[in-house]
């Protein structure tokens, strides 16, 4: 990310349904419409709910993304898998991210929320947050990216502490 430029922002559906036809997604343009003015939408796939291939796009996209939005998967059912696609790759885990999700989340759903695994991380350079597939719950993921986005990227860039930031 140069100076001036928004944060370069890839997003991975991750759903058997979408994948197949069955289903319309109805998140990637939901995602490129909410994000253009925070973000430069740089990459998006559909892809199923299997590990390799979750992990082979988030490697992909940690080349050339700031940012990763990993939509799907992140429940208790037995295809939930995205968090166990992301583990090993991931250098670090951003607890605070998922924490957060839980939170606004359990404000519009209540007890529901609790069942989310929203988790953040770091893969390579790209600060990752893994996020239900619902509409609601994507919408609550681009507003914590976007609230944190910035100081992130100057942390990982080795320039967050060398200057004050205004929460």
Do not use: Q
């Not at 893994?130 to 910035?150: H, Q, T």
């Amino acid at each position: 990310m140069e100076a001036g430029e928004p944060p370069k922002l890839a997003l991975i559906v991750t759903s058997d349904s979408v994948y197949s036809g069955r289903k319309r997604d109805e998140i990637t343009p939901l995602v490129a419409e909410r994000a253009k003015n925070v973000f430069n939408l740089v990459a998006s796939r559909v892809v199923p709910n299997r590990v390799e291939e979750i992990r082979a796009a988030v490697l992909e996209y940690s080349k050339i993304a700031d940012v990763i939005l990993v939509t799907g998967g992140t429940g208790v059912s037995p295809r939930d898998i995205t968090i166990e696609a992301l583990e090993p790759i991931a250098s670090k885990r951003i607890p605070g991210l998922g924490e957060e999700h839980r939170r606004r989340s359990y404000e519009r759903v209540g007890s529901r929320a609790l069942m989310s695994r929203s988790e953040g991380f770091m893969v390579g350079r790209a600060l990752t947050l893994a996020s239900p597939g619902n509409p609601d719950a994507v919408k609550i993921a681009l507003d914590i990216l976007a609230e944190v986005v910035e100081h992130c990227l100057e942390d990982i860039r080795g320039l967050g502490h060398n200057k004050p930031h205004h929460s």
